[in-house]
């Protein structure tokens, strides 16, 4: 199947789960194509969806609301998955699924909706984000588990073989 991997990510961490999840659909034999939320002008030429986004103040990136708000119908019409990062710390914080998290899930129906623990780092952080990390108290570090990414990408892959719907992660 081809596949699209459509990750927003402001920083970068994000995007490299989404390679990750790319490559893992790649090695079950799907052709996924990597192509950032704004450059996506439509989703007819894949067979299923991979959405991903670092999850931001509390909300998933404008530009992955952007595009579900663009190609919603079509998106609709295939398979899709979604996933997202931003949680940090040891346990991971926040526990709680921004809002937007669920409208985007039904808006597109998808099939599966992850959540991952995200990255933190200070350098590179503008002024308006640094004062958002000293107000909350983030701890930054990496808190991936791209172990976890991978075994959701796999999960994702035999959906896409077998039809069948992965479940929250």
Known sequence: MRVLVSVASRHGATREMGAVVAQELRDAGHEAVEVEP????RVDGYDAV???SAVYVGRLALGLRALVDRQGGQLRARPVWLFWSGPL?????PATVPDDVTE??????ARGVAVFPGRLERRGLD?????????TRAEP????????VRAWARDVGAGLRGGRAVGVR
């Open 38 to 41: 704004e450059d996506v002008e």
């Open 50 to 52: 991979v959405l991903g």
């Open 89 to 93: 710390g040891d346990p991971p914080v």
């Open 104 to 109: 985007v899930a039904r808006a597109v129906g």
């Open 127 to 135: 002024l308006s984000e640094r004062a958002l990390v000293a107000l």
């Open 141 to 148: 570090g990496d808190y991936r588990d791209m172990d976890a």
